[in-house]
């Protein structure tokens, strides 16, 4: 194997540290780009019994997470954010097609936000995406898909709101 999860954990934390802004994420996003041509890393990290969220490393200083995930069948998920923080979608197996959208109205804990869609396009096996802090993004799937992500903090611990396409 070229590299571990380890060494690239190791090797966005040096980018992430020494650029904690979007230009940094964006080599992380190369990064993870080259990482998903990698065979056998992706082989090792997400493997037929890995679930739809399993984290691999989590960095103690910084806070961000690399997750494999492995979403079965097809699923349609909401608009949403990633709060203040950010994520990087790499697609290793499958296709996810991937909306934007425009917010229009701001969401509040009692009352989703209200959107409109911009733009869709595809992640295939080897792209890579970065979604800074607000963008928002809705991924659809159609058979089961494979993926690396990182989060600029483990998400399970953020309360996020809900928004509406209209």
């Given at each position: 194997m070229t590299r571990t999860i380890e060494q690239f954990a190791a090797a966005c934390h040096e980018i992430l540290k020494a650029e904690p802004n979007p230009a940094g994420r964006s080599k992380v996003c190369a990064l993870l780009q080259d990482a998903l041509k990698d065979e056998q890393f992706v082989s090792t990290y997400i493997k037929d019994d890995t679930?739809?969220?399993?984290?691999l490393y989590e960095d103690p200083e910084l806070g961000f997470c690399v997750l494999a995930h492995h979403y079965r069948g097809a699923k349609t998920s909401?608009?949403?954010?990633h709060g203040p923080y950010w994520a990087i979608y790499g697609q290793a197996r499958g296709e996810?097609?991937?909306n934007d959208y425009e917010l229009l109205e701001p969401a509040?804990?009692?009352?989703?936000g209200k959107v409109r869609m911009t733009r869709t396009y595809k992640l295939t096996p080897g792209v890579a995406h970065v979604y800074n802090?607000?963008?928002l993004h809705s991924p659809?799937?159609?058979?089961?898909t494979r993926l690396i992500r990182i989060e600029g903090i483990n998400m399970?611990?953020?309360k996020r709101l809900r928004f509406e396409a209209v």
């Open positions: 679930p739809e969220r399993e984290i909401p608009p949403h954010d996810t097609e991937m509040t804990p009692d009352k989703p802090e607000g963008d659809k799937r159609v058979d089961s399970e611990k953020v």
